[in-house]
Every structure is written in structure tokens, then in C-alpha cells.
Nanobody, 124 residues
Framework: HVQLVESGGGSVHAGDTLRLSCTVS????????QGWFRQALGKEREAVAV???????KYADSVKGRSTISRDNAKNTLYLQMNNLKPEDTGMYYC???????????????????WGQGTQVTVS
């Protein structure tokens, strides 16, 4: 069974930094495409950042340049560090994993079959 558990969210001020973590079990995370997605209140879920098995990353335009997705293979943990947080970054952040090792469009959430329960990020 594949399980993903997010942590590290919280309430912060604009301009602050957060690092979210996603621990994965029952799954060789380093061999597969993974990603972070978020959903604001009343809005659809959207991609934030993704990483493939090679470590190649892609970012949503809204977070590019101030966010970093990374992976610690030894800990089987996925991270998302977001700098200079903005109120529009507020939302529930989800960790996701795909069956695929790499995706042509890794920002498409429909490509991901495994999801965590989310960790809340609130920026004010």
C-alpha cells in the first residue's frame, strides 16, 4: 500500500519561508514522478512543483524562482521549500506520486494516482 503524509504547514506572514515534507511508504519514491499540488478555498487544485525520477523539476509560473522541490531518497521524503510566501499561496498542499517514472506534462494532476491528505498553509 502506498501512503503519503504531508507535514510542515502552518500560519506564516507574507515574506516568510516554509518547508513542507512528504513522507512516503510502500513506494519507491525516487523511481517515480512526484509532485506538490495545492488547493485554495473555493478553487480547484493546481500544480505547484513536480520532480521526476532523474530529479528534473518543473514549477508553476506562480511559484517559479521562489520555490524548490527536492527529494531525500535515503529518507524517502519529498520536500517543497517556498520562500517569500504570499497570501495567494494560502491553501491545502498535497503531495502526490505517479506510477510513471517521468511525465511529459508532470504538472497535470490527472497523471498522479497517489495522494496525501494535505497540510494547510496560511499566509497573511
Amino acid at each position: 500500500h502506498v501512503q503519503l503524509v504531508e507535514s510542515g504547514g502552518g500560519s506564516v506572514h507574507a515574506g516568510d519561508t516554509l518547508r513542507l515534507s512528504c513522507t512516503v511508504s510502500g513506494y519507491s519514491a525516487s523511481s517515480h514522478q512526484q509532485g506538490w499540488f495545492r488547493q485554495a478555498l473555493g478553487k480547484e487544485r493546481e500544480a505547484v512543483a513536480v520532480i521526476d525520477y532523474h530529479g528534473v523539476t518543473k514549477y508553476a509560473d506562480s511559484v517559479k524562482g521562489r520555490s524548490t522541490i527536492s527529494r531525500d531518497n535515503a529518507k524517502n521524503t519529498l520536500y517543497l521549500q517556498m520562500n517569500n510566501l504570499k497570501p495567494e499561496d494560502t491553501g491545502m498542499y498535497y503531495c502526490a506520486a505517479s506510477y510513471a517514472a517521468s511525465l511529459d506534462n508532470g504538472l497535470d494532476q490527472r497523471e498522479y494516482g497517489f495522494w496525501g491528505q494535505g497540510t494547510q498553509v496560511t499566509v497573511s
